[in-house]
């Protein structure tokens, strides 16, 4: 995993999504041709995606956004971007309309929207698609659809290992929904706190029951903060937010809240485990470009750069100094086999 050296998220891309939790229409982003006189025309490939939520989260469908506008600004790619997508019913009908308007690449990202993107790409085998979710989508690429996922165990083990360094005990955690691979972030999660600091305690999981109920999350947090959590850990998406509002009303430490949640609540925030979707989009525009895309499955990881964490916060001294050496060490140990995660 590499260290963010900057900010999650530009004040550029902020102004062009809506945040995941909150009520919000369908929002489209990106829309212009790219103007690089550089880049000919015929290869820029045009792409058309949806993300289940809004797409200034700070987490998973900000990812997506954020790689979709610097594509752009490259001059590889012109994009329209739908987000409140999560219902089939909606959004079958919105990558069926992309494909039927000649758009080169439809992107699918999130686990609710796999249905729609395999019927439809079904239909129309000359145009490709990606479909993501859980491990298991891997196998079931076909000849035009590529299919993704991210490293589970990799974002599990270090965010708990984040969590356990600091020293906090007893450590929460408030999760989305009891999802197979939520369970096993969580289950990574508790094996990377043991590995840090195998005196620390962790709470029961406490599930919000949906990806961007805030409102949940945020009362999860304090009643966790209430059985005596000094810290609590979170996998982001619109629930992030939630958390980081309650554990800067309770004085507790995070890991894993998003940008979105603000400065009050990130100032508590001791880092957060994200993607970057940018070396994994630009690499399905390249295929397309080449006419080499299909038949695989991809997943981001710490050492394809998919995977990366937010500098340590030490907030006002709280968290020992030497936390970023010994992450770096961890991920160094990642990246050159030593050290193996799942």
């Known amino acids: ?41 015929a290869q820029v490939i045009k792409v058309g995606a949806l993300t289940p939520g809004n797409t200034n989260d700070g987490a998973f469908n900000q ?64 145009v490709k698609f990606t479909a993501s979710g859980g491990p298991d989508i891997l196998e079931k690429y076909t000849d035009n659809v590529e299919t993704w996922t991210y490293d589970t165990p990799q974002v599990g083990y270090l965010s708990g290992y984040i969590a356990g360094l600091t020293g906090a005990t007893p450590i929460g955690r408030v999760e989305s929904m009891e999802l197979d691979f939520i369970k096993a972030t969580d289950s990574y999660f508790q094996q990377g706190v043991t590995a840090a600091n195998p005196s620390a305690t962790l709470l029961p999981v406490v599930y919000a029951g949906s990806f961007d109920d805030a409102q949940a999350a945020a009362a999860a947090t304090t009643g966790l903060a209430g059985q005596g959590a000094q810290l ?40 957060t485990v994200n993607l970057d979707m940018y070396p994994i989009v630009k690499a399905w525009v390249e295929e397309v470009a080449a006419g080499k895309f299909g038949g695989k499955g991809v997943t981001s990881t710490v050492q394809n750069g998919g995977i990366v964490y937010e500098p340590i916060n030490t907030v006002g001294g709280k968290v020992p100094a030497d936390v970023a050496t010994k992450v770096d060490e961890l991920i160094a140990g990642i990246d050159d086999g030593s050290v193996t995660i799942g």
């Not at 012109?78 to 959004?91: I, N, T, V, W």
């Not at 919105?94 to 395999?118: K, M, R």
């Not at 430490?253 to 998003?258: A, F, P, R, Y």
């Open 232 to 271: 609590v850990y979170t996998t982001g998406d619109g629930i992030a937010a939630g958390v980081g509002s309650g554990a800067a009303e309770s004085g507790v430490l995070t890991v894993g809240v998003s940008s979105a949640a603000g400065e009050a609540a990130l100032a508590n925030n001791v880092s």
């Open 63 to 126: 990812s997506l956004a954020d790689a979709l506008q610097k594509l752009q600004d490259e001059g590889l790619i012109e994009y329209e971007l739908r987000d409140q997508m999560s219902d089939p019913a909606k959004s079958e009908p919105v990558v069926a309309d992309f494909a039927s308007q000649g758009y080169d690449l439809i992107i699918g990202h999130g686990i609710e929207l796999g249905d729609a993107i395999f019927s439809v790409a079904d239909q129309f085998p000359d």
């Open 1 to 41: 995993m590499r260290r963010r050296s900057g900010a999650l998220l530009t004040g550029a891309v902020l102004t062009t999504v809506a945040a995941l939790g909150l009520a919000g229409c369908s929002s489209s982003a990106g829309t212009t041709t790219a103007t690089d006189d550089a880049t000919p025309a």
